[in-house]
Nanobody
Framework: QVQLVESGGGLVQAGGSLRLSCVTS????????MGWFRQAPGKEREFVAA????????YYADTVKGRFTISRDNAKDTVALQMTSLQPEDTAVYYC????????????????????WGRGTQITVSS
């Protein structure tokens, strides 16, 4: 069974930084694009960042561009999200996701493109 486990969430003051990590198992990690999404109460899940299976192509939502950095470590089957300059509007549950198919070339910024999801980790940014 494919499993994705997020860690690194917590409470941080505005302007602070956090690093999220997602450890995967049950799939050939290096062959799959990976993404980060977030969902605030009462809102739909939204795209945050994604990285291609090759690791050469990162994508970011406009709301986090310049503040967040996605990376992957294929040797550890792990994808990370480094978050800086956090703001209260970043408060949400953050989810790690993996595409179901291997060697994809696009659609990494759509929720429907991902077949596997972690249970999420809470990020709360205080003003």
């Amino acid at each position: 069974q494919v499993q994705l486990v997020e860690s690194g969430g917590g409470l941080v003051q505005a302007g602070g930084s956090l690093r999220l990590s997602c450890v995967t198992s049950g799939l050939t990690f290096s062959n799959h694009a990976m993404g980060w999404f977030r969902q605030a109460p009462g809102k739909e899940r939204e795209f945050v960042a994604a990285i291609s299976w090759s690791g050469s192509t990162p994508y970011y939502a406009d709301t986090v561009k310049g503040r967040f950095t996605i990376s992957r470590d294929n040797a550890k089957d792990t994808v990370a999200l480094q978050m800086t300059s956090l703001q209260p509007e970043d408060t949400a549950v953050y989810y790690c996701a993996a595409e179901g198919r291997e060697y994809t070339t696009g659609n990494w910024f759509y929720t429907w493109a991902y077949d596997y999801w972690g249970r999420g980790t809470q990020i709360t940014v205080s003003s």
